[in-house]
């Protein structure tokens, strides 16, 4: 399965291997857990982030890993992000440090 990426005027496809979403259940179990515990989402704290807002923290990271050259890290965030949206097949990723711009879509043409 491929996660297209887009950050300004770049674009890239995450390659998810087949079955990987398995064999990381309990990793991403684990970050909802750690997230369960609330979160700094740009300026605003919140205490019990949604499956949508957790994304975009996790795109965040996403976007880290790809800026450091940290491929199974990059893999495992948009494997997260696959897991717990699953028609999602693009993500818009902000990089002006305002996580909640980060959008998702299923296809061409929907965002939200």
Not at 28 to 35: A, N, Y
């Amino acid at each position: 399965m491929q996660l297209n990426l887009i950050i300004d005027d770049w674009s890239m496809d995450l390659d998810i291997p087949e079955g990987y979403l398995e064999t990381m259940h309990e990793s991403f179990d684990k970050m909802d857990k750690d997230m369960d515990r609330g979160w700094q989402i740009g300026q605003k704290w919140v205490g019990d982030p949604s499956s949508r807002q957790r994304c975009q923290l996790v795109a965040g990271k996403l976007l880290t890993a790809l800026e450091t050259n940290n491929e199974g890290l990059a893999l495992m965030m948009g494997g997260y992000i696959v897991s717990r949206m699953p028609s999602i097949r693009q993500v818009v990723i902000d990089n002006t440090g305002e996580p909640e711009e980060t959008t998702f879509s299923a296809g061409a043409g929907s965002t939200g």
